[in-house]
């Protein structure tokens, strides 16, 4: 099964061939928004080589510094592996460092440098534009509609 089914229909409560309601193809909406908007901040953070799983990072350590690897990758939803390479790539970029736990040596804590908190602020300045981007045209209710449903599925997958 793929995201977008067959044919051409992307849109929502389309007709078939019937000229009954279909339901709106949520699955794929989603992942084509999803794509978009990791395209969108990718290009926005290029210039200083921050991708969106990187700038989740980034947004994560911001509230969180000192968080564990493991701690980061439950909050960014990626792999060990996955993020272990990410990691390495911030902290090549001098974005993030990563520093044995003095009270458990197994344990790897990730702080933000100063160049990473600069890249920060990139990145939440980029993810208003973002969302206003977004928003714009909807109500406070249908916003409200959307994140409910995106909190839900959340929820019922994890």
């Known amino acids: 099964m793929t995201a977008g089914g067959a044919g051409g229909d992307r849109g929502a409560g389309r007709t078939d061939d019937g000229g009954r309601r279909r339901p709106p193809r949520l699955v794929f909406l989603t992942l084509t928004a999803e794509r978009r908007l990791r395209r969108w901040i990718g290009r926005r953070g290029e210039d200083r080589g921050l ?42 970029a001098g974005l993030v460092t990563r520093a044995p736990d003095p009270a458990d ?40 509609v959307v994140a409910r449903w995106l909190e839900h599925v959340g929820r019922v997958l994890d």
């Open 105 to 144: 040596r197994r344990t790897i804590r990730v702080n933000l440098t100063a160049d990473g908190k600069a890249a920060l602020g990139v990145v939440q300045s980029a993810l208003g534009e973002l969302n206003g981007k977004i928003t714009d045209g909807f109500s406070a209710q249908e916003l409200a």
């Open 51 to 92: 991708s969106a799983p990187a700038a989740g990072v980034l947004l994560y350590l911001a509230t969180r510094p000192g968080a564990s690897t493991g701690e980061v990758a439950e909050a960014v939803d990626a792999s060990p592996a996955g993020l272990s390479g990410l990691l390495s790539r911030l902290e090549k």
